[in-house]
């Protein structure tokens, strides 16, 4: 047991903060970025969703490549060359000259971002034993809460007193303060016997992953899925990644055991997390325009709104194993799936003049679900791979939760999109029809094409938030349905209460007791 493990465990919290914080900056920073110079980049709305989707498509594409690499090479040199390549690339994207120069950027960021992310919770289940590691991957998910809360409130911020690419050089001091003490801190673990190397398996599981992944991200843009071109890119993703499961149980050498996925246990919970972020990821992208465009707040307050939700997740993800321990793995997964549903569905309710203290109160809900999903999930998979394989299984959990979220946000946002324009369409028959095609995009396309036809303009903006509170209402039934079906699958597979939890919450109780 290493005697420094609760500050290495605070350093590996900074890592992850500065990852996850970036993308809950940029949310906010949407509707800056996308005014024109000097105040923005004048970004259109599909440069807006490439800046994003180049972080979540090269993301996507490495994590398993690079939960290999520091299981073979060690997991603090892909930690501390990660956590660099991140700095370096935060630090150019603040001084992008136009769109095309900050998507290059992101997608730097992403490749850094890439081998932080599973190096983390790697480092993690190697330097605290078994009976600790609940409570510790109940910290480190705690830390995405503080991460969440921390984006938007430091994104709003910064946007009222700095210019745009501030809230991308606000990494870089945290990058130079995490490489210190890492190299101070946080010791190297590797895999004892990484056997051969595997480049045909890893060149299938980056190119079917990208496929796959820039197939749903196309889906979404065109919100279209039958389009020839998506139904081709996301065939041949399913189709290499299939190849690479063929050629994974062939090898003597395999990079990924598939073995692993025939326990139904470590199955379900890599389910539960890809389908918890598919449902949660669409609705933070539909949840940014509905307070900052419908109801007018700027990107502070915004920000602000999200503190319930952070909070949630800060309370209880560290306390979520003692709910394990006296209830089980399935009951606890269920009921947080069950929860976020029910809090989803609350969105098809809410309108222009929703008290906000309800928003609130729905966040806060939502934070304590994730809570409960995140960390049994967590230490299911974690501990169902031998200790010298938790790169690989850290990565694993983070390609499913990537790829659900990509999902989520292209086939929830391409709901989106379709709900909205068939609702603002009949408002926007007097306009050009080159202005026409272009405001049906969005609420923030109408809404800017309103404020430069002046007083005439006036007149969209009721149908656009109306237009607009219908597709969300659409958009959050969809996810809540694919949060139930999260909450199905746990159920009849997650395993119940077992006696070891039952001998811990004894032992939970007998400690109090004393105390």
Known sequence: MHRRRWAILGVLMLSLLIVVLDNSILNVAIKTISTPAPVGLGATQSQIEWAINAYTLV????????????DRLGRKKVLLGGIAVFGIGSA??????????????????????????????????????????????????????????????????????????????????????????????????????????????????????????YGIIKGGQLADFTDPTVLATIGAGVVVLAAFVVFEKRSDHPSL??????????????????????????????????????????????????????AAQMIFAPRARLVVQRFGNKATTTAGLVVIAGTLAAFATFDADTPIWLL????????????????????????????????????????????????????????????????????????????????????????????????????????????????????AFWGAGVALIGAVITALYLPGRTRADEQENEEEELVAALD
């Open 257 to 310: 055991d598939v073995s692993y996925f025939k326990n139904k246990v470590f199955s379900s919970a890599m389910a539960a997390i890809a389908l918890v972020f598919f449902a949660l990821m669409g609705v933070t992208f539909f949840s940014v325009f509905y307070t900052q465009s419908v109801r007018g707040y700027s990107p502070l307050q915004s920000g602000l709104l999200m503190l319930p939700l952070a």
């Open 360 to 475: 609130e109160v729905i966040f806060f809900l939502m934070g304590t679900g994730m809570a409960h999903i995140m960390t049994p999930t967590s230490v299911v998979i974690m501990q169902a791979l031998p200790r010298e394989k938790a790169g690989s299984a850290s990565a694993l959990s983070n390609t499913f939760r990537q790829v659900g979220g990509a999902l989520g946000i292209a086939v929830l946002g391409s709901v989106l999109a379709t709900a909205y324009r068939n609702g603002i369409e009949d408002k926007l028959a007097a306009l050009p029809a080159g202005l026409r095609d272009k405001a049906g995009d969005s609420i923030e396309a109408t809404l800017g094409i309103a404020q430069k036809l002046g007083p005439q303009g006036k007149l969209l903006v009721g149908p656009a938030d109306d237009a607009f509170l219908h597709a969300m209402h659409v958009t």
């Open 92 to 213: 150019l994207a603040a001084e992008s000259g136009s769109p095309g120069q900050l998507i290059a950027y992101r997608a730097l960021m992403a490749l850094g971002a890439a081998f932080v992310m599973p190096a983390t919770l790697a480092v993690l289940m190697n330097v605290f034993e078994r009976e600790e590691q609940p409570k510790a991957i109940g910290i480190w998910a705690g830390g995405v809460g503080l991460a969440i809360a921390i984006g938007p409130i430091t994104g709003g911020a910064l946007l009222d007193h700095f210019w745009w690419g501030s809230v991308f050089f606000i990494n870089v001091p945290i990058v130079i303060i995490a490489l210190v003490l890492m190299v101070w801190l946080v010791p190297d673990s590797r895999d004892p016997r990484p056997g051969r190397l595997d480049p045909i398996g890893v060149v299938l599981s980056v190119v079917g992953l990208v496929l796959l992944v």
């Open 59 to 70: 993301f996507a594409g490495l994590l398993f490549t690079s939960g290999l690499i520091g």
